[in-house]
C-alpha cells in the first residue's frame, strides 16, 4: 500500500479526489497519486488516505456556517505556458510569491450563507436549493456581503481573494491546465462538457509543438449551477474553483508585470474600472475554466453566472 503520511504539502497536491459516493469506499472511490496520472489506490486504501488528506487541511467554521481552509504561503507560476491548449494572450506566464498565508472558504457562497448575511434571495436558479451557489450578484453587492459579514463578526479579516491568491489555490501545487490534470472531467467540474479542450484552433496547431497538441474527451452538459461540494476538491480541499460559478476576485483587471512579483494586487482601482473573475461556469468551454483563465467584468454588473467565495485572513 502507498504510504502517503511522509509526503510533503507539494507533493501531497498531487493527490487527488475523483470521484464522490462510492459504495465501501466512505464517499471516495479513488485517489490518484501524481497529478491524477498514477495508479489508483483500493477501495480499502482509500479510506486512508482520505484520512491522511483530511488531517493535512487544518480549516476553520465561522459563524454563519462558511468552512475555511488554510493555504499555505508559497510560490508558483501564474499564468499558462505558450504551449497550454486554448489559451489566452493575457496569461503572461510570470512567477509569484505569496507570502502569507490565508483561509479559503471551501465552496462558493451558497444561497442560504448569503441569506442569512444579506436577508434577500437574489439567485436566478432558486430551485437549485439552498447550498446551491448564490448567483446573480455583482462584484460591488459581493463586497457588500463581506461588509457586513465582518460587521456581524466584529471583525475586518474577510475579503475577496486577490487574482494570485485565486489562482494558487485553485492550482493546488499543479502546472497544469486544470487541478485535475491536463483535461477536466464534468465528474469533477460542473461545466459545459460538449467543448472540452481540443487541438481545433488552427491558428494554435501552427503554433504549438506536436508534443503538446492533444484532444480531450467530451462530457455531459449539466445546464444549470449545482449544489456545492458535491463533485471532486482540489487537493488543497477547495471545491469548485473549475465551473459552476465564476467567481469574483479583489482587483481591478489589467494586464500582468513581465517579471516576478510578491503578493500582486492588480492596477490601482479607478471609479468603474472592470474587475477579474476567474474559473468558468456550468455554462463555459473548457477552455475559459482553466486556472490561469481570466476575464474582466463591471463591477456594478450582476449575472446568474457568477458568484464567489470569501477568504478569511489569519
Known sequence: MPVLSHLPRTLLAAAVVLVFSAAGCASIEEVYIGMNDGPPLLKDECRTARDMIKKRLKKKTNSVGMEF??????????????????????EHLHEVTISTGFYLQTTEVTQKQWLAVMGTRPSHFMGCG???????????????????????????KYRLPTEAE???????????????GKCLSTKNANYDGRYPLSVDMAAQVREIDPEHLYRCPKGKFRGEPIPVGRLAPNAWGLYDMHGNVMEYCADVYGPYPRGAVTDPAGPLPLPGDQRVTRGGSWASDARYCRSAARKAVHPASASYLRGFRVLMEK
Open 69 to 90: 481552509v488554510y493555504i499555505e504561503p508559497g510560490v508558483f507560476q501564474m499564468g499558462s505556458p505558450v504551449h497550454e491548449l486554448q489559451r489566452f494572450s493575457n
Open 130 to 156: 439552498e447550498e446551491c451557489p448564490v448567483e446573480n450578484i455583482s462584484w460591488e453587492q459581493a463586497n457588500e456581503f463581506i461588509r457586513k459579514l465582518n460587521e456581524m463578526e466584529n471583525t475586518d
Open 166 to 180: 485565486w489562482e494558487y489555490a485553485c492550482r493546488a501545487g499543479t502546472e497544469t491546465p486544470f487541478a485535475f
